[in-house]
């Protein structure tokens, strides 16, 4: 166990971010490098190309977090032809401790090393992190899709909550929103949380409010969308952003209450981390904390909206030590 990497990866459909852990436990990563999915045929591929980059050792410890649920040890992607499974790092690179992840399941594992410079409070103040102690923590992403985890710090004990709440169906809190899940219902045969909190959720806002206001709006991508409602340029950009805000609010309340996350609710991903000012000035804590008989325990619990470049490998990093601790203590 004297030689080796800690080697830690977050693996989406187009590009892969890998980093070595550092030796001591929750201590973070370095030498950080991105590569793209397209130009390797396989993870073990690029996985060499990483290690010859940066000159290290073949790794004996591999942690992994993908975009994708993890199912018997593999994860099948939707957006390249590559397949990760645990068997096949074992034996190539001669390891027995290999642990793939769930992206947002990795996410939640960096929660508790978050500090107060890696994160925007959203409402009620939370200093110092997590901190030590009983807790759950949640954890909710909106990008391409809408990912969300929990975490359980429980005696010695912390466990990861992995989930597809992403998918519940949406539960429309207005008028506003009960007509637009009816324009939604024109596109879908079922709307989830998803096809609303999202890149393509907001573009469906932005299609759907078009129509009950009976304007012909030309087609605009999220990232238009957000542009436009930034310059006040545009009025129904400026709804659909808000109206966004909004529904991201109430979703992230319902994860609250659902998985008991009193200690916290965090927000993660680009789509919300570029725009800290815009989600600071919306309804987000409005929809978040109008939960009817529970709205007094709602305006208890701190939302914050993680800034650290890259939460995803510093939990990865963290389950990496722990499975190098572990191999320690079963050594002779």
């Given at each position: 166990?004297?030689?080796?990497?800690?080697?830690?990866?977050?693996?989406?459909?187009?590009?892969?971010?890998?980093a070595?852990?550092?030796?001591?436990?929750?201590?973070?990563?370095?030498?950080?490098?991105s590569?793209?999915?397209?130009?390797?045929?396989?993870?073990?591929?690029?996985?060499?190309?990483y290690?010859q980059?940066?000159?290290?050792?073949?790794?004996?410890?591999?942690?992994?977090?993908?975009?994708?649920p993890?199912?018997?040890?593999?994860?099948?992607?939707?957006?390249n032809?590559?397949?990760?499974?645990?068997?096949?790092?074992?034996?190539?690179?001669?390891?027995?401790?290999?642990?793939?992840?769930?992206d947002?399941?990795?996410?939640?594992?960096?929660?508790?090393?978050?500090?107060?410079?890696?994160?925007?409070?959203?409402?009620?103040?939370?200093?110092?992190g997590?901190?030590?102690?009983?807790?759950?923590?949640?954890?909710?992403?909106?990008?391409?899709?809408?990912?969300?985890?929990?975490?359980?710090?429980?005696?010695?004990?912390?466990?990861?909550?992995?989930?597809?709440?992403?998918?519940?169906?949406?539960?429309?809190?207005?008028?506003?929103?009960?007509?637009?899940?009816?324009?939604?219902?024109?596109?879908?045969?079922?709307?989830?949380?998803?096809?609303?909190?999202?890149?393509?959720?907001?573009?469906?806002?932005?299609w759907?409010?078009?129509?009950?206001?009976?304007?012909?709006?030309?087609?605009?991508?999220?990232?238009?969308?957000?542009?436009?409602?930034?310059?006040?340029?545009?009025?129904?950009?400026?709804?659909?952003?808000?109206?966004?805000?909004?529904?991201?609010?109430?979703?992230?309340?319902?994860?609250?209450?659902?998985?008991?996350?009193?200690?916290?609710?965090?927000?993660?991903?680009?789509?919300?981390?570029?725009?800290?000012?815009m989600?600071a000035?919306?309804?987000?804590?409005?929809?978040?904390?109008?939960?009817?008989?529970?709205?007094?325990?709602?305006?208890?619990?701190?939302?914050?909206?993680?800034?650290?470049?890259?939460?995803?490998?510093?939990?990865?990093?963290?389950?990496?030590?722990?499975l190098?601790?572990?191999?320690?203590?079963?050594?002779?």
């Amino acid at each position: 166990m004297a030689d080796g990497c800690l080697l830690v990866g977050d693996i989406g459909g187009t590009n892969v971010r890998f980093a070595l852990a550092n030796e001591d436990v929750d201590e973070g990563y370095a030498q950080e490098l991105s590569l793209k999915c397209a130009d390797f045929e396989s993870p073990e591929e690029a996985i060499n190309a990483y290690l010859q980059e940066v000159q290290a050792p073949a790794p004996r410890v591999i942690c992994l977090a993908a975009a994708g649920p993890v199912i018997n040890g593999e994860v099948q992607f939707t957006n390249n032809s590559w397949r990760l499974i645990e068997e096949n790092l074992r034996v190539t690179f001669h390891t027995e401790h290999v642990r793939l992840l769930n992206d947002f399941e990795a996410i939640a594992y960096s929660l508790p090393l978050l500090s107060d410079a890696d994160c925007i409070n959203l409402g009620p103040v939370l200093k110092g992190g997590l901190g030590g102690g009983n807790y759950t923590a949640g954890v909710l992403g909106p990008g391409t899709g809408l990912g969300a985890a929990g975490l359980v710090s429980l005696g010695d004990a912390t466990l990861p909550l992995v989930t597809e709440a992403g998918h519940v169906g949406f539960a429309p809190e207005t008028p506003l929103q009960l007509d637009l899940l009816v324009q939604l219902r024109q596109r879908y045969d079922r709307v989830s949380d998803e096809r609303l909190v999202s890149g393509g959720g907001l573009e469906n806002i932005y299609w759907g409010l078009g129509r009950i206001q009976n304007i012909a709006a030309s087609p605009l991508s999220a990232g238009e969308i957000f542009s436009h409602c930034q310059k006040e340029s545009h009025m129904l950009a400026v709804q659909a952003v808000d109206l966004f805000y909004e529904i991201l609010g109430q979703v992230a309340g319902n994860l609250a209450l659902t998985l008991g996350a009193y200690q916290g609710i965090y927000l993660a991903g680009g789509m919300v981390k570029r725009y800290p000012e815009m989600i600071a000035g919306s309804r987000f804590r409005e929809g978040f904390e109008n939960k009817g008989r529970h709205g007094r325990i709602m305006r208890t619990i701190p939302t914050l909206l993680i800034q650290h470049k890259q939460p995803g490998l510093l939990g990865a990093g963290r389950v990496a030590s722990r499975l190098q601790e572990a191999a320690r203590e079963l050594r002779p």
